[in-house]
């Protein structure tokens, strides 16, 4: 079967960094996304791997690894307005998004 | 876990046509559902919030004569592409809120559906 697990809620202080992880097993694999999403709003796009390694974008970090079924996101010098919802997603062998429940961060001062 | 599946999966269809896209929530039941349009590698765009018994809401610069919506039972929305042009070709999701769960900011999403207009 096809199955995405990420934690249900993490807490982090406020200029911390945290690491989010999402592990995956799906018939194929087109690209995994991270979305933030806030309360009451669409989900916005962070970042699309689809090969290994690391790809940084300022504050913001996702990494891949395909043969372990694993990412995770990473959260530099986190600010209050980063709490929110984290979802990962895996495009399938048909171009297909599963999604994973998302995370929710809290950040704190 | 609460699963939202779309159908079809892929659509191809001659320009003009119109192409209906179903939403469902699968073991539970969802009085909001939301359809949005994804352009690649970008963010979901909120195209209109569908409410079960109501008409749904559009985000400005949807047309809603375009993009008709019927939310007709607590498991099920319809998107309908009326008069689709190729450049309405995208990658369109939906999502829906648990009704039972009171969680009222989580939503599930549904795997999408690719539309291609010729």
């Known amino acids: 079967g096809q199955n995405i697990d990420q934690p249900t809620e993490m807490t982090a202080t406020e200029g911390a960094i945290v690491q989010i992880n999402c592990t995956y097993q799906t018939s194929g694999f087109n690209g995994l996304f991270w979305y933030q999403q806030h309360a009451g709003e669409a989900p916005t796009f962070l970042s699309y791997n689809v090969l290994d390694g690391l790809e940084e974008k300022g504050r913001f970090s996702s990494f891949l690894s395909r043969s372990k079924g694993y990412s995770y996101l990473l959260l530099k010098e986190l600010q209050m307005k980063d709490s929110a919802s984290y979802l990962c997603?895996?495009?399938?062998?048909?171009?297909?998004?599963?999604w994973g429940a998302g995370t929710k961060l809290i950040i704190k001062p | 876990g609460a699963v939202v599946s779309q159908h079809p999966s892929w659509v191809i269809c001659k320009s003009g046509t119109s192409v209906k896209i179903e939403c469902r929530s699968l073991?539970?039941?969802?009085?909001?559902m939301f359809w949005y349009r994804q352009f690649p590698k970008q963010s979901l765009m909120l195209m209109a919030t569908s409410n079960e018994g109501s008409k749904a809401t559009y985000e400005q610069g949807v047309e809603k004569d375009k993009f008709l919506i019927n939310h007709a039972s607590l498991t099920l929305s319809t998107l309908t592409v009326t008069s689709a042009h190729p450049e309405d070709s995208s990658f369109y999701i939906c999502?829906?809120?648990?009704?039972?769960?009171?969680?009222?900011?989580?939503?599930?999403f549904g795997p999408g559906t690719r539309l291609t207009v010729l």
């Open positions: 999502s829906a809120r648990d009704l039972a769960s009171g969680d009222t900011d989580t939503q599930y």
């Open positions: 997603a895996i495009m399938d062998s048909n171009y297909q998004l599963i």
């Open positions: 073991d539970f039941q969802a009085t909001t």
